[in-house]
């Protein structure tokens, strides 16, 4: 190949500055639509940033209502399970109060030594097993009146004023589950004259 002499560089070189410099409506115009598109995008961008954060805080709020109605029914249950747990254990004591009575009823026949000893280890065996869900026995005899632990069953006449407001007599133990009545000794309360 032969060099062409008659090529001008630097007029090539002014030529494409002239070309590069002036401004084609062809090229204009589509710059101007290539904005608006990236225009529009921007705005459906925008618009879907917007809808997808409202979902979100939609989906949380669903979330959080989810979590709390989880916790509600879990209380629920938990309170329904200690009721009927409570009334069961509850449903015990009268069978107590019964091997009290029959204890009391066979102690003054010397023959019925074995059977007391035998109701008596009954009885105390029922206690341990309602122990270990947390029930005790709560002596009620000379303590003070207390109408959260006691129900008053009689008021019994007394001169002595240390005994005035005080426990004279038990009718029926009574009973806690942790440190909540489960049933008040039913009781009678000397009262001063």
């Known amino acids: 190949m ?3 002499d008659d090529f ?3 007029a090539a070189a002014k030529e494409l500055d002239e070309l590069l410099a002036s401004p084609s409506t062809k090229d204009d115009t589509y ?9 529009e995008l921007n705005a459906l961008l925008a618009k879907k940033d917007a809808e997808l954060a409202k979902a979100n805080e939609r989906a949380d709020q669903a979330h959080a209502e989810i979590e709390a109605a989880g916790r509600r029914l879990a209380a629920a ?10 009334k069961l254990l509850e449903s015990f004591l009268p069978v107590i109060d019964d091997l009290d ?5 066979a102690k003054p026949n010397a023959d019925a030594a074995d059977v007391v000893e035998g109701l008596g280890l009954v009885r105390r065996g029922l206690l341990t097993r309602l122990g270990q869900f947390g029930v005790t026995h709560v002596p009620a005899l000379g303590e003070k009146f207390d109408p959260l632990r006691h129900e008053a069953m009689a008021m019994v006449p007394v001169s002595d004023p240390a005994q005035d407001g005080r426990v004279i007599d038990v009718m029926r133990e009574g009973y806690l589950i942790g440190d909540d009545t489960l049933r008040p000794a039913g009781v009678a309360v000397g009262k001063r004259t």
């Open 2 to 4: 032969v060099p062409d």
């Open 8 to 10: 001008d560089a630097v």
């Open 31 to 39: 710059t101007a639509c290539l904005e608006t598109d990236i225009e």
């Open 77 to 86: 249950s938990q309170k329904e399970l200690e009721q009927r747990t409570r």
């Open 101 to 105: 009575r029959a204890i009391a009823a």
